[in-house]
């Protein structure tokens, strides 16, 4: 079995301060991680993932994970934060056996003007 | 429009109704989930279905049925609501399994039980 652990429910940030979103997980096999963001009101949206091959990923709007195997981290962060990243965040791992996505209990990133 | 549609977007019903959740998605997606959000819990996941006619529990199956007679559509039925099925449901598709194609999530239902 797999789990995810979102450490912080919430992290308050000011604009254009850099802000790190964490995330663990466990797993006894090779795992495939996501990062989805969901705004208010909506479905949930893939920001990025972590197959294979280079450990640092990056999405279209600034953010990067980076994983890290022998922490078990998937930690999502940006250098500059605007308001429009205001969102709640959720990890996500899934075996490369499975269909099952399995999800943290979400981080809500609140960007103050 | 292509994307994936939930329907009602809020619903408000009483203990031990059978309630009814639709989920209908353009794109042909082999894959189908529903999963609900519960502050706290973040999404776990109901059902979810490979293909047409296949269906599979999930991690929090209890209470709930699917079925899947069409591609294109996802129907969840409470069978006897009860309060702790209060929740967000979020009906989702892939092109393949959930890790090597994104999911693509419809906005949600609200559902309230009394």
């Known amino acids: 079995a797999q789990s995810v652990t979102q450490l912080d429910s919430q992290v308050p940030v000011f604009e254009e301060a850099p802000v790190e979103l964490r995330c663990n997980y466990s797993s006894s096999v090779s795992v495939y991680l996501f990062w989805y963001v969901q705004y208010p009101n909506q479905g949930l949206q893939l920001l990025l993932k972590y197959l294979s091959g280079s450990t640092l990923v990056e999405s279209i709007n600034g953010f990067e994970a980076e994983f890290n195997k022998s922490q078990t981290s998937f930690h999502l962060r940006k250098p500059s934060v605007h308001i429009s990243d205001t969102a709640e965040y959720f990890c996500?791992?899934?075996?490369?056996?499975?269909?099952?996505?399995?999800f943290g209990g979400g981080t809500r990133l609140m960007v103050k003007p | 429009d292509a994307g994936i549609t939930q329907s009602p977007r809020y619903k408000i019903t009483e203990t031990g109704r059978q309630v009814t959740l639709m989920c209908h998605q353009t794109w042909s997606h082999s894959y189908m989930f529903w999963y609900r959000q519960d502050l706290g819990h973040g999404l776990r996941l109901i059902y979810y279905?490979?293909?047409?006619?296949?269906?599979d529990k999930g991690e929090v199956p209890d209470g709930y049925v699917v079925s899947r007679s069409k591609t294109e559509n996802f129907p969840l039925t409470l069978e006897s609501a009860t309060r702790s099925q209060t929740s967000v449901y979020f009906c989702?598709?892939?092109?393949?399994?959930?890790?090597?194609?994104?999911?693509?999530f419809g906005n949600g239902t609200r559902l309230t039980v009394t």
């Open positions: 279905s490979a293909a047409a006619d296949i269906t």
């Open positions: 996500a791992v899934s075996d490369n056996a499975g269909n099952m996505l399995t």
């Open positions: 989702a598709s892939s092109a393949q399994g959930s890790y090597n194609s994104p999911l693509h």
